[in-house]
């Protein structure tokens, strides 16, 4: 998996992100044993505190389970999954649309820029 940060977040709710979209993009496959601690955060370049608080909350919010001496697991439940997936295509969406507005872009452009754009990838 890539990873990537930014000044604009905290790195551990930027993990948490990460995370989410690797496991709703299938990087993470339901039921799947994530690696250890200290190989996400080796892996990401970060703290292992950093990664288990990140991983902690995914636990919190029941995206990552823990089973003992075996480690952490993503759900198995694809209602959840597709939940989350949904949330955060939701967050994109709203972020493009604020981002077009501050262009001075109105909500009928930005459709029909978004439809020329699709029709282009169709041909």
Do not use: C, H
């Amino acid at each position: 998996m890539e990873w990537g940060f930014n000044a604009d977040a905290p790195i551990y709710s930027q993990l948490i992100d990460q995370i989410k979209q690797g496991i709703i993009a299938g990087a993470f496959p339901p039921g799947e044993r994530l690696p250890s601690v200290r190989e996400m955060a080796t892996e990401a370049g970060v703290n292992p505190n950093t990664m288990q608080r990140a991983l902690a909350e995914l636990e919190r919010d029941g995206l990552v389970y823990s089973q003992r001496t075996a480690g952490r697991y993503v759900t198995e439940d694809q209602t959840m999954i597709e939940s989350v997936k949904k949330t955060l295509a939701e967050t994109q969406v709203q972020a493009f649309l604020d981002a077009m507005s501050r262009l001075g872009f109105k909500k009928g452009e930005i459709l029909e820029l978004v439809r020329r754009d699709t029709a282009r990838e169709e041909d």
